[in-house]
């Protein structure tokens, strides 16, 4: 069964400091990886997928890392805003079925 | 494009009752579609997969008796929680899943049940 863990859960940054949300995963043998984004009492918002055969993605100030053998993805929000304030969830996906296995989240508080 | 809506958005209710939830892809069609609920600080748990004109499959120890789904066509599918009690008070996600492509989540609903 596939766990996955986000630390930390909670982080609060002042405007304009990169941000750096961790990932880890259990079963390496993943299909893909997803990064969402999650505003209170909303639903998700997907922000980067990442194949199994890929190293990273990226999408404006985001940046996302994968390094399958050690079970690990990485979340670079660079220069972050207040705007920028939500959760952030980690999902992946075993196989081509798509169904995902999320981590519990990481908490962002940008302060102005 | 790629929009999923859910209906309702918020629903409260008396313990007993049973409640249904509409999922809709409005500008495509869904070959899959998911059902997660969400505690509070907690991560999205998938309930069932439904694909349409087929029975759902369901997660391990999810009750398929208790969380009807029906999957009427490719860009509707509903969840009824039957004879809802306190414990079933959560918030209720659908996803569409496109042909290779990647999962669009619904806004949520926000189910109370008193």
């Known amino acids: 069964k596939q766990e996955v863990t986000q630390i930390p859960a909670a982080l609060s940054v002042p405007e304009g400091e990169n941000l750096v949300l961790n990932c880890s995963f259990t079963?390496?043998?993943?299909?893909?990886l997803q990064w969402f984004r999650q505003d209170p009492g909303k639903g998700l918002t997907s922000l980067l997928l990442?194949?199994?055969?890929?190293r990273e993605q990226t999408s404006g100030r985001l940046n996302a890392s994968l390094d399958k053998s050690s079970g690990r993805s990485t979340l670079y929000i660079a220069a972050s805003q207040p705007g920028d304030s939500a959760t952030y969830l980690c999902?992946?996906?075993?196989?081509?079925?798509?169904?995902?296995?999320f981590g519990a989240g990481t908490t962002v508080t940008v302060r102005a | 494009g790629a929009v999923v809506s859910q209906h309702p958005s918020r629903v409260i209710c008396k313990s007993g009752t049973s409640v249904k939830i509409e999922c809709r892809s409005l500008d495509f069609q869904a070959t899959t579609m998911f059902w997660y609920r969400q505690f509070p600080k907690k991560s999205l748990m998938l309930m069932a997969t439904?694909?349409?004109?087929?029975?759902?499959?369901?997660e391990q120890g999810v009750e398929k008796d208790k969380f009807l789904i029906n999957h009427a066509s490719l860009t509707l599918s509903t969840l009824t929680v039957t004879s809802a009690h306190p414990e079933d008070s959560s918030f209720y996600i659908c996803?569409?899943?496109?042909?290779?492509?990647?999962?669009?989540f619904g806004p949520g609903t926000r189910l109370t049940v008193l």
């Open positions: 079963d390496s043998a993943i299909y893909n």
């Open positions: 996803s569409c899943h496109r042909s290779t492509d990647t999962q669009y």
């Open positions: 439904s694909n349409e004109g087929s029975k759902a499959t369901y």
């Open positions: 990442i194949q199994s055969s890929q």
């Open positions: 999902a992946v996906a075993l196989g081509n079925d798509y169904k995902l296995s």
